[in-house]
């Protein structure tokens, strides 16, 4: 197990101006599978995000310009949010077919996958399914294992509390807990307040029982040769010790980032320390391919 050392990378904040997003939906073929909505910019090695539970993938945009002068980066929008028509079958493990289906229709063999919270349970299954094709796996404040009993209660509490008040107090209530200062956080907290629409309900609901209902991971991750990056906030309320921890030793190759004074949002909280991680990360996975 090793810890990525500090980046040297300099930050490039600027666009070059032939580098063209292309954004479409995906329908697959395979009626069982959900649309996507994608993003896709840049050119090189290909890395994938993937966003979590009541965000889209405008989450993603601090570091995103950053990615991009150096890879092909592809975002997409899960079912229900963003840009994506909802899917009242969707399940995490389907979403990670979803997702493989719409990487074959871009004829992408090879890439790091990262999911955030939620996005992190569809790349853990992902890994389970097309490990092959992986080159490396980030869980960003994210972990791989079924949720507890006490979890399941929560979760099931927070539906309960979605039925009965509805989602805007869902939303205030939830959403300032997820950052290490709300304060200095607050017009993101707001934008993502004002995007979901009474109806989400449904899909917040939705997804609630899908991570209920999620597998476990602990037995594929373990001796893994898929090299796995664990970006961790200090101050993250969302994730309890025992599963941010205990699944570092599990990967033949864990690269560890745990972010100070950062909860459970580092891609808003900590962008550019985020950034480098990841291009640290797939600097080392590309390499490490080439030397297989």
Same mark, same amino acid.
């Given at each position: 197990?090793?810890?990525?050392?500090?980046?040297?990378?300099?930050?490039?904040?600027?666009?070059?101006?032939?580098?063209?997003?292309?954004?479409?939906?995906?329908?697959?073929?395979?009626?069982?599978?959900?649309?996507?909505?994608?993003?896709?910019?840049?050119?090189?090695?290909?890395?994938?995000?993937?966003?979590?539970?009541?965000?889209?993938?405008?989450?993603?945009?601090?570091?995103?310009?950053?990615?991009?002068?150096?890879?092909?980066?592809?975002?997409?929008?899960?079912?229900?949010?963003?840009?994506?028509?909802?899917?009242?079958?969707?399940?995490?493990?389907?979403?990670?077919?979803?997702?493989?289906?719409?990487?074959?229709?871009?004829?992408?063999?090879?890439? &790091?996958? *990262?999911?955030?919270?939620? /996005?992190?349970?569809?790349? !853990?299954?992902?890994?389970?399914?097309?490990? +092959?094709? #992986?080159?490396?796996?980030?869980?960003?404040?994210?972990?791989?294992?079924?949720?507890?009993?006490?979890?399941?209660?929560?979760?099931?509490?927070?539906?309960?509390?979605?039925?009965?008040?509805?989602?805007?107090?869902?939303?205030?209530?939830?959403?300032?807990?997820?950052?290490?200062?709300?304060?200095?956080?607050?017009?993101?907290?707001?934008?993502?307040?004002?995007?979901?629409?009474?109806?989400?309900?449904?899909?917040?609901?939705?997804?609630?029982?899908?991570?209920?209902?999620?597998?476990?991971?602990?037995?594929?991750?373990?001796?893994?040769? &898929?090299? *796995?990056?664990?970006?961790? /906030?200090?101050?993250?309320? !969302?994730?309890?010790?025992?599963?941010?921890? +205990?699944? #570092?030793?599990?990967?033949?190759?864990?690269?560890?980032?745990?972010?100070?004074?950062?909860?459970?949002?580092?891609?808003?909280?900590?962008?550019?320390?985020?950034?480098?991680?990841?291009?640290?990360?797939?600097?080392?996975?590309?390499?490490?391919?080439?030397?297989?």
């Amino acid at each position: 197990m090793s810890v990525i050392e500090q980046s040297k990378f300099a930050p490039l904040y600027q666009l070059s101006s032939d580098l063209r997003t292309e954004s479409k939906i995906y329908v697959p073929v395979d009626k069982k599978l959900s649309a996507l909505s994608y993003e896709i910019s840049g050119e090189g090695d290909t890395l994938l995000l993937v966003h979590g539970f009541g965000f889209d993938s405008t989450i993603w945009n601090k570091i995103k310009p950053l990615l991009i002068p150096h890879y092909k980066v592809i975002t997409v929008d899960l079912p229900g949010f963003g840009d994506s028509p909802f899917d009242k079958n969707a399940s995490l493990d389907s979403l990670a077919k979803s997702i493989d289906s719409l990487l074959i229709y871009l004829e992408i063999s090879k890439l &790091v996958l *990262v999911g955030h919270s939620m /996005g992190g349970y569809i790349a !853990a299954a992902y890994h389970s399914r097309y490990v +092959n094709k #992986l080159s490396g796996i980030c869980l960003f404040h994210s972990h791989i294992y079924e949720d507890t009993d006490e979890k399941k209660i929560a979760r099931s509490k927070s539906i309960e509390f979605i039925e009965s008040r509805g989602l805007r107090p869902y939303l205030k209530e939830m959403l300032p807990g997820l950052f290490h200062d709300p304060v200095v956080h607050q017009q993101s907290i707001l934008q993502f307040t004002n995007k979901m629409k009474g109806s989400d309900s449904v899909v917040l609901t939705h997804y609630l029982n899908a991570m209920i209902e999620r597998n476990d991971y602990e037995e594929v991750f373990y001796k893994t040769e &898929v090299p *796995v990056l664990f970006i961790l /906030g200090k101050d993250d309320p !969302a994730i309890s010790g025992d599963h941010a921890y +205990n699944q #570092l030793l599990l990967p033949v190759t864990s690269k560890i980032c745990i972010l100070d004074n950062c909860a459970h949002m580092g891609m808003l909280e900590k962008p550019y320390q985020s950034y480098q991680q990841l291009r640290s990360f797939m600097h080392y996975c590309f390499s490490f391919e080439l030397s297989r």
